[in-house]
C-alpha cells in the first residue's frame, strides 16, 4: 500500500521558517517524482513545487519561487519542503503527492501550516 | 499559466440523478486533464486521467469526456457517498493549475 506522511506543519509567526517532510512507503521511491500541493483552509487546491527523481528538476509557483526550496533524500525515501520568510497567505494544508505523468496519484493526509503573529 | 473556469460551484443533486460538472481552460491543452474528489478532512484522490481514463478502482459511473479547452466530468446515477467536491487540474505545462472546485451537495 503506497503511504505516505506528512510532518512538520505548526503555528509560525510571519518571516518565520520551516521544513515540512513526507516519509514514504510502499512503493519505490527513488522512482517517482514527487509534489507538494496546498490548500487554504475551506478554499480551493494550489500546486506549490514539483521534483524529478534525481533533483535534476524541479518548478516552483510563482507565489512561493525563492522562498520555498523542495529537497529528496532517495535514500531516506523521504521529501521536503524548507519554507522561508513566511507570510500570512501561506497558511494552508500542506499535501506531499506522488507525480504519475502529471497527475497525482497518492496524496499523504496533510500538515497545517499556520503563519500568525 | 494556464487557468481554468470550472463550474458551477455549488450543484445541488439527489440520489440517483446524473450531474455534469465543466472545465473550460485558458488554451488548448489536448487531454491533459484530470478529475479529483475531495471529501471533508480529507485528501482529493484522483478519478481520471487523460481526461477519460478512470483511475484503477474508480467506479464505471464516473466519466470525463473533452478535448483542446472543454472538458466534463459526468456522474451517472449519484451515490450518498459522491456528495463531495470535485476538481479539474491540467498537467500540459507549468505550473500545474487546478479549478477553483465543485461542491456537490444533498438537495
Known amino acids: 500500500e503506497v503511504l505516505l506522511v506528512e510532518s512538520g506543519g505548526v503555528l509560525v509567526q510571519p518571516g518565520g521558517s520551516l521544513r515540512l517532510s513526507c516519509a514514504a512507503s510502499?512503493?519505490?521511491?527513488?522512482?517517482?517524482?514527487m509534489n507538494w500541493v496546498r490548500q487554504t483552509p475551506g478554499k480551493g487546491l494550489e500546486w506549490v513545487s514539483y521534483?524529478?527523481?534525481?533533483?535534476?528538476?524541479?518548478y516552483y509557483a510563482d507565489s512561493v519561487r525563492g522562498r520555498f526550496t523542495v529537497s529528496r533524500d532517495n535514500a531516506k525515501n523521504s521529501l521536503y519542503l524548507q519554507m522561508d520568510s513566511l507570510r500570512a497567505e501561506d497558511t494552508a494544508i500542506y499535501y506531499c503527492?506522488?507525480?504519475?505523468?502529471?497527475?497525482?496519484?497518492?496524496w499523504g493526509q496533510g500538515t497545517l501550516v499556520t503563519v500568525s503573529s | 499559466a494556464i487557468w481554468m473556469t470550472q463550474s458551477p460551484s455549488l450543484l445541488s443533486a439527489s440520489t440517483g440523478d446524473r450531474v455534469t460538472i465543466s472545465c473550460r481552460m485558458s488554451?488548448?491543452?489536448?487531454?491533459?486533464v484530470a478529475w479529483y474528489q475531495q471529501k471533508p478532512g480529507k485528501a482529493p484522490e484522483l478519478l481520471i486521467y487523460?481526461?477519460?481514463t478512470l483511475q484503477s478502482g474508480v467506479p464505471s459511473r464516473f466519466s470525463g469526456t473533452g478535448s483542446g479547452t472543454d472538458f466534463t466530468l459526468t456522474i451517472s446515477c449519484l451515490q450518498p457517498e459522491d456528495f463531495a467536491t470535485y476538481y479539474c487540474?491540467?498537467?500540459?505545462?507549468?505550473?500545474?493549475?487546478f479549478g477553483q472546485g465543485t461542491k456537490l451537495e444533498i438537495k
Open positions: 503527492s506522488r507525480d504519475q505523468s502529471g497527475t497525482y496519484d497518492s
Open positions: 510502499g512503493f519505490t521511491f527513488r522512482n517517482y517524482e
Open positions: 521534483i524529478d527523481t534525481t533533483s535534476s528538476t524541479i
Open positions: 488554451q488548448g491543452i489536448n487531454n491533459y
Open positions: 487523460g481526461a477519460s
Open positions: 487540474q491540467q498537467y500540459y505545462n507549468f505550473p500545474r493549475t
